[in-house]
């Protein structure tokens, strides 16, 4: 009886402190939070979502972090809106961006149980290189935009316990010092643009820079409207003239990966012109392995396979290329099968858990591929952010595995998966 009276109380204490926080309105828990005095509501979410109700404790390092969206608060007070909007954005209505998360929790893990799983290997294979974790750092554009040391930080940061690191066309820092940085090579995310002197110079540059991989992203074709990012963009009060020039050539001067090349005629990096002809110019004029990111169907893998493309990466872009509502973990299972082993499949877009990478490597990937997590680590704290939150994905990962009985990722297949 005492327990009871004393659960009200705590309850009811509780409800005011949600009805006095600035994030219960933004939470959408407001409309319990409201007549918390008199009372209690019933429908008191359970399990109560702590995070969402705790948002003015943002942690003051790394080491505080509990899961990777511990950083991206910090990094939203850090980084200036206009940044920050960039990299949350989807397109439109963000369908696909909200889906590619919702749909990890429409899946559910079989864990086995008695096997020994004392000891857990995570090394994965790509093109006759080991890997100690199959958690890749995709391709993201200025990372100076986070971070003053851009993608540097990226780069030492995954050098420090050997990720794959794909670097953009429109990086911040050059292959160059990014090589330097990560000391070791890292692929190369092609945009090609609609030109082809454009593509092969860019080509060029990354085969002297040591790159084996060549990754040309494929989901680029039409312009975007990036709503969240126009919408933070207005409160950002930055005089943005001192680092961003207006039209293209402004664009390309602050990526140094152009630095050199003649860009007289694009109007635009996009390239809605590409075809497999163009894939198969492509692999003509270079010796580095030939990758296509941004593969959904079943169609598409065959053709790539059928065309000679050396990977794929299942990816919609983080939701940034199109709204179509497709989640890349929903897509994985048809281009696996398609794909039947010939060549590796990589995945990516809204993995945030460890749960989520043991998904996408039950359902034939061979790697996963996280964007904004590590951003979110860049704008937080640097480098050290970046790393805090590989290690946070790597720990998850290998708790999953336990859980789920495997000690390899050669264990991992669809019958760990089931469908809610
Ligand atoms: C801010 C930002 C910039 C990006 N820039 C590029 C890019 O230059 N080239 C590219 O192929 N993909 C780019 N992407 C897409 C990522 O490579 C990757 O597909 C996506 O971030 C994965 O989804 P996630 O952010 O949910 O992990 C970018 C993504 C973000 C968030």
Same mark, same amino acid.
């Given at each position: 009886m005492m327990d009871q009276v004393d659960n009200a109380a705590n309850r009811r204490q509780f409800l005011r402190f949600l009805a006095g926080s600035p994030v219960v309105a933004f939470t959408g828990l407001s409309a319990f939070a409201g007549d918390t005095a008199s009372s209690p509501p019933a429908n008191l979410p359970d399990p109560v979502n702590w995070r969402a109700l705790l948002t003015q404790d943002l942690i003051k390092s790394p080491g505080d972090?509990?899961?990777?969206?511990?950083?991206?608060?910090?990094?939203?007070?850090?980084?200036?809106?206009?940044?920050?909007?960039?990299?949350?954005?989807?397109?439109?209505?963000?369908?696909?961006?909200?889906?590619?998360?919702?749909?990890?929790?429409r899946l559910q893990l079989r864990p086995r149980r008695l096997n020994d799983v004392t000891k857990v290997e995570t090394t994965t294979e790509l093109f006759g290189v080991k890997w100690p974790t199959p958690i890749v750092i995709a391709p993201t554009g200025g990372n100076r935009a986070y971070h003053p040391d851009g993608e540097l930080a990226v780069a030492r940061a995954a050098k420090a316990h050997g990720h794959?690191?794909?670097?953009?066309?429109?990086?911040?820092?050059?292959?160059?010092?990014?090589?330097?940085?990560?000391?070791?090579?890292?692929?190369?995310q092609l945009y090609a643009t609609q030109k082809w002197e454009v593509t092969e110079a860019l080509v060029k540059r990354a085969e002297a820079a040591g790159c084996p991989v060549l990754v040309l992203t494929v989901?680029?074709?039409?312009?975007?409207?990036?709503?969240?990012?126009?919408?933070?963009? $207005?409160?950002?009060?930055?005089?943005?003239?001192?680092?961003? +020039? !207006? *039209?293209?050539?402004?664009?390309?001067?602050m990526k140094p990966n152009f630095d050199g090349i003649d860009v007289s005629g694009l109007t635009s990096l996009e390239s809605p012109n590409l075809t497999w002809d163009f894939v198969n110019r492509l692999k003509d004029a270079t010796r580095m392995k030939v990758v296509l990111k941004g593969i959904l169907t079943a169609e598409d893998a065959k053709l790539s396979v059928d065309n000679g493309v050396d990977a794929i990466i299942?990816?919609?872009?983080?939701?940034?290329?199109?709204?179509?509502?497709?989640?890349?973990i929903d897509c994985l299972p048809e281009v696996s099968k398609a794909v039947a082993g010939r060549i590796p499949v990589l995945v990516d877009s809204g993995f945030r858990r460890g749960t989520d990478v043991i998904k996408g490597l039950a359902l034939g990937a061979q790697?996963?591929?996280?964007? $904004?997590?590590?951003?979110?680590?860049?704008?937080?704290?640097? +480098? !050290? *952010?970046?790393?805090?939150?590989?290690?946070?994905?790597?720990?998850?990962?290998?708790?999953?595995?336990?859980?789920?009985?495997?000690?390899?990722?050669?264990?991992?297949?669809?019958?760990?998966?089931?469908?809610?």
């Open positions: 972090a509990i899961n990777v969206f511990d950083f991206e608060l910090v990094a939203r007070k850090n980084v200036p809106p206009g940044h920050f909007g960039y990299m949350a954005s989807g397109i439109d209505d963000e369908l696909t961006l909200r889906a590619n998360r919702e749909a990890f929790a794959l690191q794909i670097l953009s066309t429109v990086a911040s820092t050059s292959v160059e010092d990014v090589v330097q940085a990560r000391a070791a090579p890292i692929w190369f989901d680029r074709k039409a312009g975007r409207n990036q709503e969240t990012y126009l919408r933070l963009r $207005r409160s950002d009060s930055q005089d943005c003239s001192g680092c961003h +020039e !207006p *039209g293209l050539k402004g664009l390309v001067r299942v990816s919609n872009h983080g939701g940034r290329a199109e709204d179509s509502g497709l989640p890349t790697a996963v591929c996280i964007g $904004r997590p590590y951003l979110w680590g860049l704008g937080a704290f640097g +480098e !050290p *952010g970046v790393e805090r939150v590989l290690e946070i994905l790597r720990a998850e990962l290998e708790v999953g595995m336990k859980q789920c009985g495997v000690r390899s990722i050669a264990e991992l297949s669809p019958a760990f998966v089931r469908r809610a």
